[in-house]
């Protein structure tokens, strides 16, 4: 275990890897880039490398599904995934909550992953649009024209402007500053609920991008329910529009009178 300033790394080994990439998903809007990182982490069986925790992570203890209670922190997950490949997933239970503490960990992050023999990182976050669509695209963004060109052949649309906050973004930026290559890839998402047809959307992007086959089935459950969701507020929605101008109508000739 190493420590330094706010970051405590706890190592629990350095695989061997082959032609390794690092993916990185974290907790925001739709929790896009969470749900993914998760199911990655599940679909191909990932063990768990390294731990990291940080005292700029929110003030609160994250319970597991056995009820039991722990400091929050950071997981790194690896598995050779075959055909001369393999991926390192991290992901986190918050993200921290200074811009500091962002830095730091994210440093950290690209720091193992270098010395594991990565050169290219993909983030995975959501583009945030304000409405809901059945059929979401993907936009991204990366560090060099080549990366760009790999995406974009994959049909994901390259975003123009604007930023990606956060260590999705911060991520990106670190990972180029070592010399590795960085992209990110965002779910357009309505941003209101937990998006699980957004993160299959970038998952299925990253597979075709990185050449792993990752099984999305278990995300249509997740977006099944997420779909209902979506469904109620679209009714409630509509429903306040129609209600509206009736009330307007039924309160005018008591005021005048």
């Not at 907790?27 to 896009?32: A, D, E, H, K, T």
């Not at 974009?152 to 123009?160: F, H």
């Not at 990185?210 to 429903?239: F, H």
Request: hydrophobic share 40%; proline share 4%.
């Amino acid at each position: 275990m190493s420590e330094g300033h706010s970051i405590v790394e706890r190592i629990l080994s350095e695989p061997k890897a082959t032609n390794p990439v690092l993916v990185c998903g974290l907790p925001g809007s739709g929790y896009v880039g969470k749900l993914a990182a998760d199911h990655l982490v599940w679909a191909l069986k990932l063990e768990k490398v390294a731990e990291f925790q940080s005292d700029d992570f929110p003030p609160q203890a994250v319970v597991d599904e056995n009820g039991v209670a722990g400091m929050l922190k950071g997981e790194m997950y690896f598995a050779e995934t075959g055909k001369g490949k393999s991926v390192f997933v991290f992901t986190a239970d918050a993200q921290p909550s200074t811009s500091e503490g962002e830095y730091r960990l994210s440093e950290a992050v690209v720091r193992y992953a270098a010395r594991a023999g990565v050169k290219r990182v993909f983030t995975l976050a959501a583009y945030i649009t304000g409405s809901f669509s059945n059929s979401p695209k993907v936009y991204g963004s990366g560090t060099s024209k080549a990366m760009l060109d790999s995406l974009s052949e994959k049909g994901v649309t390259l975003m123009k402007d604007g930023g990606i906050s956060g260590m999705n973004g911060l991520l990106v930026g670190v990972a180029a500053l070592r010399g590795l290559e960085g992209a990110c890839l965002l779910g357009e998402t309505s941003g209101y609920v937990v998006d699980a047809a957004a993160s299959k959307a970038v998952l299925q992007a990253l597979s075709s991008i990185v050449g792993i086959e990752v099984d999305t089935s278990k995300l249509d459950e997740k977006a099944e329910e997420t779909q209902k969701v979506i469904s109620q507020l679209q009714a409630v929605s509509e429903q306040a529009r129609e209600s509206a101008p009736s009330a307007r109508r039924e309160a005018r000739p008591g005021y005048i009178a």
